[in-house]
Nanobody, 123 residues
Framework: QVQLVESGGGLVQPGGSLRLSCAAS????????IGWFRQAPGKEREGVSC????????YYGDSVKGRFSISRDNAKNTVYLQMNSLKPEDTAVYYC????????????????WGQGTQVTVSS
Protein backbone atom coordinates (compact mmCIF):
# COMPACT_ATOMS: atom_id res chain seq x y z
CA GLN A 1 0.00 0.00 0.00
CA VAL A 2 1.36 3.37 -1.04
CA GLN A 3 1.28 6.20 1.45
CA LEU A 4 2.56 9.75 1.41
CA VAL A 5 2.58 11.47 4.78
CA GLU A 6 3.22 15.18 5.14
CA SER A 7 4.40 16.64 8.41
CA GLY A 8 6.01 19.75 9.79
CA GLY A 9 3.17 22.20 9.49
CA GLY A 10 2.06 24.46 12.27
CA LEU A 11 1.57 28.02 13.40
CA VAL A 12 4.41 30.44 12.74
CA GLN A 13 4.79 34.19 12.88
CA PRO A 14 5.39 36.22 9.73
CA GLY A 15 9.04 36.06 8.78
CA GLY A 16 9.45 32.66 10.38
CA SER A 17 10.42 29.32 8.90
CA LEU A 18 9.06 25.80 8.69
CA ARG A 19 10.30 22.64 7.06
CA LEU A 20 7.71 20.31 5.66
CA SER A 21 8.43 16.64 5.08
CA CYS A 22 6.80 14.22 2.68
CA ALA A 23 7.63 10.67 3.69
CA ALA A 24 6.66 7.75 1.51
CA SER A 25 6.03 4.09 2.04
CA UNK A 26 5.28 1.53 -0.62
CA UNK A 27 7.12 3.43 -3.35
CA UNK A 28 10.59 4.80 -3.89
CA UNK A 29 10.22 8.55 -4.24
CA UNK A 30 13.54 8.78 -6.02
CA UNK A 31 11.92 7.47 -9.20
CA UNK A 32 9.22 10.14 -9.27
CA UNK A 33 8.90 13.81 -9.96
CA ILE A 34 7.45 15.17 -6.71
CA GLY A 35 5.41 18.29 -6.31
CA TRP A 36 4.29 20.40 -3.40
CA PHE A 37 0.90 22.06 -3.72
CA ARG A 38 -1.13 24.21 -1.41
CA GLN A 39 -4.74 25.20 -1.08
CA ALA A 40 -6.10 28.01 1.02
CA PRO A 41 -9.78 28.29 1.96
CA GLY A 42 -11.80 29.61 -0.96
CA LYS A 43 -8.85 29.51 -3.33
CA GLU A 44 -7.78 27.17 -6.08
CA ARG A 45 -4.99 24.69 -5.54
CA GLU A 46 -1.61 26.20 -6.36
CA GLY A 47 1.59 24.51 -7.43
CA VAL A 48 4.35 25.57 -5.04
CA SER A 49 7.42 23.62 -6.06
CA CYS A 50 8.58 20.44 -7.74
CA UNK A 51 11.72 18.40 -8.10
CA UNK A 52 12.62 16.16 -10.98
CA UNK A 53 13.33 12.48 -10.55
CA UNK A 54 16.89 11.87 -11.68
CA UNK A 55 18.73 15.13 -12.11
CA UNK A 56 17.23 16.88 -9.11
CA UNK A 57 16.22 20.02 -10.97
CA UNK A 58 13.89 22.19 -8.97
CA TYR A 59 11.16 24.64 -9.90
CA TYR A 60 9.18 27.14 -7.90
CA GLY A 61 6.01 29.10 -8.21
CA ASP A 62 6.48 32.83 -8.59
CA SER A 63 4.95 33.53 -5.19
CA VAL A 64 7.58 31.47 -3.34
CA LYS A 65 10.73 31.93 -5.42
CA GLY A 66 13.67 32.92 -3.28
CA ARG A 67 11.91 31.91 -0.07
CA PHE A 68 11.17 28.19 -0.43
CA SER A 69 13.54 25.36 -1.22
CA ILE A 70 12.67 21.78 -2.20
CA SER A 71 15.02 18.87 -1.69
CA ARG A 72 14.97 15.11 -1.50
CA ASP A 73 16.72 12.45 0.56
CA ASN A 74 16.32 9.20 -1.30
CA ALA A 75 17.91 7.22 1.54
CA LYS A 76 15.11 8.42 3.82
CA ASN A 77 12.53 8.23 1.02
CA THR A 78 11.52 11.76 1.90
CA VAL A 79 11.07 15.07 0.10
CA TYR A 80 11.34 18.33 2.01
CA LEU A 81 10.06 21.84 1.55
CA GLN A 82 12.03 24.44 3.47
CA MET A 83 9.93 27.56 3.83
CA ASN A 84 11.60 30.79 4.94
CA SER A 85 10.39 34.37 5.28
CA LEU A 86 6.86 33.12 5.61
CA LYS A 87 4.00 35.51 4.91
CA PRO A 88 0.35 35.39 5.97
CA GLU A 89 -0.57 34.63 2.35
CA ASP A 90 1.39 31.37 2.64
CA THR A 91 -1.31 30.08 4.98
CA ALA A 92 -2.79 26.95 3.43
CA VAL A 93 -2.91 23.18 3.58
CA TYR A 94 0.21 21.84 1.89
CA TYR A 95 0.20 18.58 -0.01
CA CYS A 96 2.88 16.51 -1.68
CA UNK A 97 2.15 14.40 -4.72
CA UNK A 98 3.83 12.07 -7.17
CA UNK A 99 3.41 12.04 -10.92
CA UNK A 100 3.51 15.74 -11.56
CA UNK A 101 4.47 17.85 -14.51
CA UNK A 102 7.61 19.71 -13.55
CA UNK A 103 7.55 22.39 -14.89
CA UNK A 104 4.93 23.70 -14.81
CA UNK A 105 3.99 22.50 -11.38
CA UNK A 106 0.80 20.59 -12.01
CA UNK A 107 -0.53 17.15 -11.21
CA UNK A 108 -0.98 14.29 -13.63
CA UNK A 109 -4.02 12.15 -13.02
CA UNK A 110 -3.37 8.95 -11.10
CA UNK A 111 -0.60 10.18 -8.84
CA UNK A 112 -0.38 9.61 -5.12
CA TRP A 113 -1.23 12.39 -2.68
CA GLY A 114 -0.70 12.85 1.01
CA GLN A 115 -3.36 13.97 3.44
CA GLY A 116 -1.92 17.46 3.79
CA THR A 117 -0.41 19.49 6.59
CA GLN A 118 -1.73 22.85 7.76
CA VAL A 119 0.55 25.87 7.68
CA THR A 120 -0.71 29.00 9.38
CA VAL A 121 1.28 32.21 9.27
CA SER A 122 -0.07 34.73 11.74
CA SER A 123 1.04 37.06 14.47
Amino acid sequence: QVQLVESGGGLVQPGGSLRLSCAASGIALGYFRIGWFRQAPGKEREGVSCISAYDGRTYYGDSVKGRFSISRDNAKNTVYLQMNSLKPEDTAVYYCATDVVCPPISPIGGGYWGQGTQVTVSS
